[in-house]
């Protein structure tokens, strides 16, 4: 490997160990163009074992700086590029600390997730990387949204957190809607339960958002009046709603 694509992949290291995401994004791109000019980023000829293994690194690194900095187009593109790495070169590789974290985050960023696991049923329940997401998957379609919340905290890095705060965002817009159609008012205590948030200040903003009318001398909400093309709603789907939301706090409690 050339001098200075070595001495820009130790800066790339040291940047990244240092959560200095503007630098590493300056890095990366420029050693791209280094990856390619040696014929590494799709390796071609009979590269080196070590050329091999600092080609996935900054790769693997360029996955990871693209989920911190909210990328995920980028990250998509850093995923394929290292699928050369993950299984034509498997067999020559050694094992890399970061290909399952990897290989975790895209499987949280892929419907279904059926068709994107990469190891056996037995093996994903021993691979955290791997068990959390397949977990996050089955908790949506089960409707068991307190643990969706809960998995937050048990992320096995931290870049999960960021797919699980963005299922949140989905989450509390599908409960808020129900709300609207259910309810004429809510206590805010009761509102900042049933949408996850931790403090009432997380909910007066949503509240905002969502152009629901605030009381805070009588703590409530009021919702937002809907127009005349919502027709009444049947009497069994306000008991469905109020059973779910009744699970939700057993759950939480």
């Given at each position: 490997m050339a001098t200075n694509l070595r001495a820009l992949y130790d800066d790339l290291q040291r940047s990244f160990n240092s959560n200095d995401l503007k630098k590493c994004g300056t890095l990366l791109s420029q050693l791209k163009i280094g990856l390619i000019e040696a014929g590494l980023l799709i390796p071609q000829g009979d590269p080196s074992l070590d050329d091999l293994v600092v080609a996935r690194d900054i790769l693997e690194i360029g996955a990871i700086w693209s989920i911190r900095t909210r990328d995920v187009p980028?990250?998509?593109?850093?995923?394929?590029?290292?699928?050369?790495?993950?299984?034509?070169?498997?067999?020559?590789?050694?094992?890399?600390?970061?290909?399952?974290?990897?290989?975790?985050?895209?499987?949280?960023?892929?419907?279904?997730?059926?068709?994107?696991?990469?190891?056996?049923?037995?093996?994903?329940?021993?691979?955290?990387?791997?068990?959390?997401?397949?977990?996050?998957?089955?908790?949506?379609?089960?409707?068991?949204?307190?643990?969706?919340?809960?998995?937050?905290?048990?992320?096995?890095?931290?870049?999960?957190?960021?797919?699980?705060?963005?299922?949140?965002?989905?989450?509390?817009?599908?409960?808020?809607?129900?709300?609207?159609?259910?309810?004429?008012?809510?206590?805010?205590?009761d509102a900042a339960t049933l949408l996850f948030f931790n403090n009432q200040s997380e909910l007066l903003k949503f509240a905002q958002q969502r152009g629901w009318q605030v009381d805070l001398s009588s703590k409530t909400i009021v919702f937002a009046k809907k127009g005349e093309e919502n027709t009444e709603i049947p009497k069994e789907k306000l008991i469905t709603a109020s059973l779910a939301y009744a699970r939700e706090l057993e759950q939480i409690v």
């Open positions: 980028s990250f998509d593109r850093y995923f394929s590029q290292l699928q050369t790495f993950y299984t034509d070169y498997s067999s020559v590789l050694p094992p890399s600390k970061r290909e399952y974290p990897i290989r975790g985050l895209n499987l949280l960023i892929s419907t279904p997730l059926s068709k994107a696991l990469p190891l056996s049923a037995d093996a994903i329940v021993d691979n955290p990387y791997i068990s959390h997401p397949v977990n996050l998957e089955r908790w949506l379609m089960e409707g068991s949204y307190s643990k969706v919340w809960n998995a937050r905290e048990e992320a096995p890095v931290e870049e999960y957190k960021f797919f699980v705060d963005s299922l949140m965002g989905t989450i509390r817009n599908e409960i808020a809607s129900c709300e609207e159609s259910a309810y004429e008012s809510l206590p805010l205590k």
